[in-house]
Structure formats: C-alpha cells, structure tokens
C-alpha cells in the first residue's frame, strides 16, 4: 500500500508542476502578444528642482494594459519577462515612447515641458551591443535632444560587471546623453565602483527616507550619501518623498532634485500636462 501511495503523490506532484509550468507558459505568452499588440502604457512621474519647485524632469514608468486583470504595475509583470527573455523588447519601446512623448511635449508646450525624461534600462538592454545605435536612432527618429534624455541603471545591474559596464556607459554618454545609478544604496555593493562608474545623475533610494523626519542619524545617514553625490560632481535626487515633513527635511539638507508620491504620482503623459497647464494657469 505504501509503495503505491507514493506513487500517487508523485503522480499528484507531477500534475501541479505541470500546471504551473502550462500556466507560466500561458502568462509569458499573454504578455508576448501584450507587447506586440501595443497593450503597454506609459506613466510619468515629475522630478522637481528645489530651489525654483518647477518639473525640471520625469521618470517614465511602464504599465501594462491588461485587457483580463487592468492597470498592471511593473513589479507584477517584469521578473516573468525578465525570464521569458521580453526585458529588452519592453525596454526599447519605453525608449522609443519616451523620447517620443517628451519631443511632442517640447514642441507643443515649451514653456511647461520638462528639460529631460528618465529611462530605466535593465541589464539585457544594457548588454546588448546595439544599444548605442538603437539610442542614435530613436534620437534622430523622434527629433529630442540627446541632453533630454537620461539612461537609469540599477546599481544592482550596474555591479553585475563594473570592467564591461564602464566602456558601455562612457560610448553611452558620448552621445550626449546621461547616466543616472537608480536605486543607489540598495546594492550591498562597495562604494568603490563610484570612481569607476561614469555616471551623471545618482538617485538616493527611497528606503533611506525612512525613519529621516526625527532621527538624527537617520538623517545623518543622508546627509553624507546627498554629499558623496554632490562631491563627485553628480545630480542627486532623492526617491520616494511620502509626505511634507520629508520634503522639508531633503531641502534643507540641501538636496536638490525630488521625486515621490508628495511631489506627484505617475500618470499618463495627458494628465501630468493638464495637471502642469493648471499650474502654470494658478
Ligand atoms: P524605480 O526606477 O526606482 O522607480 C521608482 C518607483 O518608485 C516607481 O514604482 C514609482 O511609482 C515608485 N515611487 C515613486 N514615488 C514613490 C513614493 O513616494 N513612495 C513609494 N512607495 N513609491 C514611490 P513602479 O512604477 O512600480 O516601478 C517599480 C520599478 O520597476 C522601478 O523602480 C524600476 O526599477 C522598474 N521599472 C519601471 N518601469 C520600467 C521600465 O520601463 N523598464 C525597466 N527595465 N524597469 C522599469
Ligand atoms: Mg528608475
Ligand atoms: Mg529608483
Ligand atoms: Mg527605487
């Protein structure tokens, strides 16, 4: 009896990893047909100077469409695409639909429109060697100025292979494009690859921001990351400002470029211009 109830488990273990693979398949396919089918969307979300509170950029974030489940944040779909070999693909049409949203921008409003858009590049991108003709060419294609365009890169995948990553950044900015490290302070990585990282923009995660309204080490702790920044001649912004109190502190401590739900959410390119105009307007 033992003998063959072992092997209905097996039997059982068997079905529910097939079903798990069927379903994965299914949703990488999903996603497939999503990318073509032109279900991907973009969000913008403002990154303000602090000394004048003007959206001096955004940050483009993807979205997708989901006809079946709706508005679907990047953290649910990316790993699965990550794994289906589709990063890249994503990557390339944020890209090309950035440069293309902000030059229309430019063209329509240029008064209210923002100097430059932020791209986030995951690894597979990164690494792959078109990636400075496919940058030339969007440029050319969508008529926005190389300084317009800023390329985000996790500290994460930026460690991955500092000796490859360099040259790779260094025939990136000699387009005239530049280079933000995304996420900075995250990656348990030593502080050393600063030096070797070319790089224009550092963004301070936002898990520093906890704790920094009525600690003084916590803001000790920023205060010496904002500076860091500063000292290697990097734009600094600071990610993830929640509230008034946290703005209030960042400014003070001299940071000067913020992003975070308090100073706007991401949303579509139509609504942050309407919501910019009433400003503008006020
Ligand atoms: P990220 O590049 O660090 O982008 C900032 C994330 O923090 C965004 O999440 C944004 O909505 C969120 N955020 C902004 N302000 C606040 C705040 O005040 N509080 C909190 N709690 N969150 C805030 P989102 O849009 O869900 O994107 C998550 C991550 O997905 C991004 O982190 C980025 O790593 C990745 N991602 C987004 N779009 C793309 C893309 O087009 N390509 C690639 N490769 N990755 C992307
Ligand atoms: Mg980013
Ligand atoms: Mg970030
Ligand atoms: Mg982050």
Request: proline share 6%.
């Amino acid at each position: 009896a033992a003998k063959s109830e072992g092997k209905a488990r097996c039997q059982v273990f068997h079905e529910e990893m097939h079903v798990r693979l069927v379903d994965r398949l299914e949703q990488e396919s999903r996603l497939r047909l999503a990318v073509e089918h032109g279900e991907l969307r973009l969000h913008l979300q403002p990154i303000v100077a602090a000394d004048t509170g003007r959206s001096v950029g955004v940050e483009a974030l993807v979205r997708w469409q989901d006809p079946a489940l709706g508005l679907r944040p990047p953290g649910a779909f990316l790993p699965l695409a990550e794994e289906a070999g589709l990063s890249a693909d994503i990557d390339r049409w944020v890209l090309r639909e950035s440069c293309r949203t902000l030059r229309q921008w430019q063209d329509e409003e240029p008064e209210q429109a923002p100097d430059w858009i932020s791209v986030n590049v995951a690894a597979p991108l990164l690494e792959s060697p078109g990636l400075p003709d496919l940058v030339t060419e969007v440029l050319r294609d969508t008529g926005l100025r190389p300084e317009a365009l800023v390329l985000e890169v996790t500290e994460t995948t930026l460690m991955r292979d500092v000796a490859a990553t360099a040259p790779r950044l260094d025939r990136l900015r000699a387009l005239g494009v530049r280079v933000a490290i995304d996420d900075f302070g995250t990656g348990y990585s030593s502080l050393g690859y600063l030096r070797d990282i070319p790089a224009d923009v550092l963004k301070i995660d936002r898990s520093f921001l906890d704790g920094l309204v009525g600690s003084g080490r916590h803001r000790d702790l920023i205060d010496a990351v904002l500076h860091l920044g500063l000292t290697l001649g990097l734009q600094v912004v600071a990610e993830g400002i929640e509230d008034a109190a946290q703005l209030s502190e960042l400014v003070a401590l001299g940071c000067p470029l913020l992003q975070g739900f308090h100073c706007g959410r991401p949303v579509p390119a139509e609504q942050l211009r309407r919501q910019s105009a009433a400003m503008v307007a006020q």
